[in-house]
């Protein structure tokens, strides 16, 4: 048996354009082992979940090589359905099914799988075992979508958004389960677009930027590829001239760079009880007071603006956003 | 074992969805029992209608009235199956003045006001049909009264035989109608309902046999046709003694083919639209040319002569005429062959287009 569970070499897909083609994936090269807690990880339209449909067999490339647990889409499909599991964004299942129903349904494509109330128990939805569809919270139909796509107690389970508009609480019961499946030494690939899921859950990364793979490896790593391991921000009171500039403050003590944020500006730092003190005896000079300052750690979100010059999701670009960083923030 | 046959757990499923939906079990079961209820009886055979006139009040006014009564004494009566068919006339008296005002403001549509014991005037507006009926009804039985005799001898025979009236044209119209609603609702907008709340994609994610899906699907269909036509069937032999005078294992063939041909039309308006308005834009298209000409409620003969082969050609024109055939007139199945054979070619060829066409995301 092969030890890689996925492997996908110059993987391309173009749609039709208005103006020409569009590339939705443009050349990605990935190899998944066994066992690996593997993310996509990327703005919305970065091509994540066309290459997920890719591997799921959902969608087809316009060239380019996929292997899954050593099998092609062309030649074993349906024993490679028998041995992943998926969840989509957003699927609604029907209304007036119990959850119970929905899982026995769902085990009935598979030649092996797992009982439906074993299922249940591993997504804590036994409790909800014969309730309506529509009952459900957010939360919980989410849940039931996981343990429809481990019913069949697949090898690999691609999740596509799993948390997207669930509340934190919610958030980190599936964390939970999407652990304890990879624990069990299954193979787990999911995109998504917020940063701390991905540091939090996945043994490696792959930074997804407009069909491209902009960065792959271990999250610490990623972040180690900054140099620093500190974020300072900061903004000053007063009109917007040089001070408000990034570039006034890339030479200070264990700066490694420095970069304009919604309202201020954010410094990545190496040392920051050598840099905060630089930093405000620059500004004493130049007699700004500060309006805000907080430090907190690197985040995979430092390392895509710092690899684009964007933000991973689309309202921080925007200046009004109120802040939301999602990093482990400590205000001093 | 049913727990792990994909066929027996889709197939299950289409049985709870609709089950579980009051509103939907109503639409398909109640709605049509209404219509045929409220249609059957706004369109029941009634007697005659009675004629009204008022009669001037006088001293020659008596002797009318008296030949009124006489008349109405027969007109309402029931002898051996036999109706008198002339109606009954309501005679009000009035004084002279009161009559032609009342003649004039329409609540009486004849005075008949007597000149002496042999002869009388009738006043009305001939443009009005029931003041001349009512003058025809009234002159008749009054010169009949005078001694007038019929010299050719004639006879009335009011036809309301089970099989011939209004509710028995309905009943097979209302089969044939849930057999294509069925179709067309139960799997066209079903599966674009599925395709937006992108559950198709998420069975192909799976191995389930594709098959399956769509075996479970017409299995269902076809399961919900024996209430559908039981409902119907029993309405109208219980409530309005309507026959059955072919095979109604006959009737039920049909009625499976008819709804097979539906499925098809019903796949192929659902094989790729992406929106439920779409799908339903669509079913509408399909379903209003049919409303309209394939003779659910009135014949489709009275279309003009031209419009005949493209109304032959429709599937519920041959479902529907099948069943009246069969049910009404107690054809075998070599008279509703040819339709049989009409339905079945729109099955194989819709499901083949379908299948050609599908899109499960």
């Known amino acids: 048996m092969s030890e ?151 090898d690999i389970v691609f999740l596509d958004e799993p948390t997207t508009g669930l509340d934190p609480q919610s958030r980190r019961q599936l964390w939970e389960v999407i652990r304890e499946f990879r624990d069990r030494g299954r193979t787990v690939v999911l995109t998504t677009h917020y940063m701390d899921e991905a540091e939090r859950l996945c043994d490696r990364v792959a930074i997804v930027d407009q069909g491209e793979v902009i960065a792959l490896g271990p999250p610490a790593e990623l972040i180690a590829r900054m140099g620093g391991e500190h974020i300072v921000e900061f903004a000053v009171e007063g009109p917007a001239d040089e001070t408000t500039l990034p570039e006034s403050f890339r030479d200070l003590d264990s700066v490694l760079a420095s970069r304009a944020e919604s309202d201020g500006i954010a410094l990545t730092v190496a040392e920051p009880h050598r840099a905060i003190p630089a930093l405000l005896d620059e500004l004493d000079r130049r007699a700004r007071p500060l309006a805000r300052l907080t430090t907190r750690h690197v985040s995979l979100e430092d390392v895509f603006v710092s690899l684009t010059g964007r933000h991973l999701r689309d309202d921080e670009t925007n200046a009004d956003a109120p802040p939301t960083r999602r990093g482990r923030r400590r205000a001093l | ?32 029992t209404l219509l045929a209820i409220a249609l059957g009886f706004a369109f029941r055979n009634r007697p005659p209608a009675p004629v009204q006139a008022d009669l001037v ?74 003041a001349a009926a009512a003058r025809q009804v009234v002159d008749e039985v009054l010169q009949e009264a005078a001694g007038r005799t ?93 026959p059955i005078r072919g095979s109604l294992l006959l009737v039920l063939g049909i009625d499976m083919i008819g709804a097979l041909a539906f499925a098809g039309i019903g796949l192929l308006v659902g094989s790729r639209a992406t929106t439920t308005e779409a799908v339903s834009g669509l079913m509408n298209l399909v379903m209003l040319p049919m409303w309209i000409f394939s003779g659910v409620f009135f014949s489709s003969e009275r279309f003009p002569a031209a419009m005949q082969p493209f109304i032959q050609a429709l599937p519920l024109t041959q479902l529907v005429s099948a069943l009246r055939q069969v049910m009404l007139e107690g054809a075998g199945l070599v008279q509703v062959a040819p339709a049989i054979g009409i339905l079945a070619a729109w099955a194989i060829v819709t499901f083949t287009l379908a299948l050609k066409m599908f899109r499960w995301s």
């Not at chain 2, 049913?2 to 089950?19: C, G, I, K, N, T």
């Not at chain 2, 009161?98 to 005075?111: H, S, Y």
């Not at chain 2, 098959?211 to 309405?235: E, K």
Request: with cysteine.
């Open chain 1, 4 to 154: 890689c569970a996925i492997r996908v070499k110059d993987l391309r897909k173009e749609y039709p354009g208005r103006s020409g083609p569009v590339k939705a994936v443009n050349g990605i090269d990935l190899e998944i082992a066994r066992g690996e807690c593997f993310g996509l990880l990327g703005p919305n339209g970065a091509g994540k979940t066309t290459t997920v449909e890719i591997l799921e067999g959902l969608n087809q490339p316009t060239s380019g090589e996929v292997e899954v647990l050593g099998m092609t889409w062309a030649r074993n499909a349906s024993a490679i359905r028998q041995r992943i599991g998926v969840t989509l964004q957003e699927t609604r299942f029907p209304d007036k099914e119990t959850v119970h129903e929905v899982v026995t349904v769902f085990r009935s494509f598979y030649h092996k799988g797992l009982e439906p109330d074993s299922v249940l128990a591993r997504v804590s939805l036994e409790s909800k075992a014969s309730a309506y569809v529509e009952q459900l919270s957010g939360g919980q139909q989410q849940r039931l979508a996981v343990a429809v796509a481990l019913v069949g107690d697949p």
């Open chain 2, 1 to 32: 074992m049913l727990e792990s046959s994909p066929l027996a757990q889709l197939y299950f499923v289409r049985l709870r969805d609709f089950y579980r939906q009051p509103a939907r079990v109503f639409w398909v079961y109640g709605f049509p």
């Open chain 2, 57 to 130: 009040a006088g001293e020659h006014s008596n002797a009318i009235k008296i030949v009124v009564a006489n008349h109405n004494a027969i007109a309402g009566r029931v002898t051996k199956g036999q109706v008198s068919l002339a109606p009954v006339i309501e005679l009000a008296e009035h004084p002279r003045a009161e009559a032609i005002n009342r003649l004039k403001t329409g609540k009486t549509p004849l005075v008949i006001e007597p000149e002496d014991a042999e002869s009388w005037t009738y006043r009305y507006d001939p443009t009005r049909p029931e």
């Open chain 2, 150 to 242: 019929n010299p050719r001898g004639t006879r009335d025979i009011a036809v309301d035989d089970p099989g011939s009236r209004y509710i028995d044209f309905l009943i097979p119209g209302l089969i044939g109608m849930n057999a294509m609603g069925g179709g067309l609702w139960g799997i066209g907008f079903l599966l674009v309902n599925f395709r937006v709340a992108k559950l198709l994609k998420r069975f192909v994610a799976t191995p389930m046999p594709r098959r399956d899906f769509l075996l479970a699907l017409l299995g269902a269909r076809l399961t919900f046709i024996l209430p559908d036509l039981a409902v119907l069937l029993l309405l109208g032999t219980l409530m309005f003694g309507m």
